[in-house]
């Protein structure tokens, strides 16, 4: 139930892009960009240079089926995170299955599928690493950014890289004089604390939970609680009120729902003011082995 409420309270307060079809039920959401980042190991951005010869058999997830892998090679302009300092970058994508024969098709379901990488293209790439092999993993078509007609590039780049600066060092983020910088650090924080898509998928450590450093606690509440709550940054999409949504308060926490959307900004700087203090923000993380 608490999941539920919090991805309905999150997909309000985000504005969630939803690819649809109108034939079929398909819908993908797509996170605004800080959130996507926040869960990065790297985002990269250049050019393919290269497409390799030999395909890579290789499992999808693990203890998965083999599939076969195309791999890419690109050439960076610029690396961040675990791709800070590289030059080049391999990237591999699993090759779409044709249609079967007498199977429906899901009108927009190749958005979903590894962006297609040819040579000469420019992407800026959100990577994760393939779990086994050496090369990390296409992001999906949808999620891809590509510079070709794209006027929103340069700014979607510079985003990154100032969501990348602000995560070196999280806690001099959190004190910045930016109002917006605070919010946004706040966001990216409580993305990784809270989304427990990471390190639970097969075949992955189970979970746990435990607060978060003190000192952090506090200042993540207090960019919170310091914030315009009657705007958003136009350059990062991002507000008070979606950051709040990610501490997923429950009644336990002493925190009412307001019926009226309108009044949540109110009554969510009034549950700042009164729990600041003594509210402990809870992190995921992996639980260790019991010894035999």
Not at 44 to 68: C, F, H, R
Not at 214 to 237: G, V
Request: with cysteine; hydrophobic share 40%; charged share 25%.
């Amino acid at each position: 139930m608490r999941n539920t409420r919090f991805y309905c309270w999150l997909a309000v307060c985000l504005g969630v892009l939803g690819l649809t079809s109108s034939a079929q039920a398909l819908s993908v959401a797509i996170m605004p960009l800080w959130h996507r980042v926040a869960l990065a190991d790297c985002v990269v951005i250049g050019k393919v240079s290269a497409i390799e010869d030999k395909l890579v058999m290789a499992s999808v997830a693990p203890n998965g089926p083999m599939e076969e892998h195309r791999v890419a090679v690109l050439k960076l302009d610029k690396g961040f995170g675990t791709a800070k300092g590289l030059t080049h970058v391999r990237i591999g994508a699993t090759i779409p299955k044709p249609p079967q024969p007498g199977v429906p098709q899901i009108a927009g379901i190749e958005m979903t599928y590894p962006v297609n990488l040819a040579v000469g293209q420019e992407f800026c790439l959100i990577l994760q690493p393939h779990h086994k092999e050496t090369f990390f993993v296409a992001p999906r078509s949808y999620e891809a950014i590509r510079k070709q007609n794209n006027a929103n590039f340069d700014k979607e780049a510079a985003l990154i890289e100032r969501c990348f600066k602000l995560l070196e060092n999280p806690d001099a983020s959190l004190k910045s004089k930016d109002a917006e910088d605070r919010l946004l650090t706040a966001g990216m924080l409580l993305t990784r604390y809270k989304m427990t898509g990471r390190g639970v998928r097969a075949g992955e450590p189970a979970q746990k939970t435990e607060p978060i450093d003190a000192t952090q606690n506090k200042l993540i509440l207090e960019a919170l609680a310091s914030a315009d709550w009657t705007k958003r940054d136009p350059a990062a999409f991002i507000s008070p009120a979606q950051v709040f949504g990610y501490l997923q308060l429950t009644d336990k926490d002493g925190w009412k729902q307001p019926q009226n959307f309108n009044e949540m900004p109110a009554a969510a700087q009034k549950w700042l003011k009164d729990h600041a203090a003594t509210h402990r923000i809870q992190r995921f993380v992996p639980e260790k082995p019991n010894k035999q």
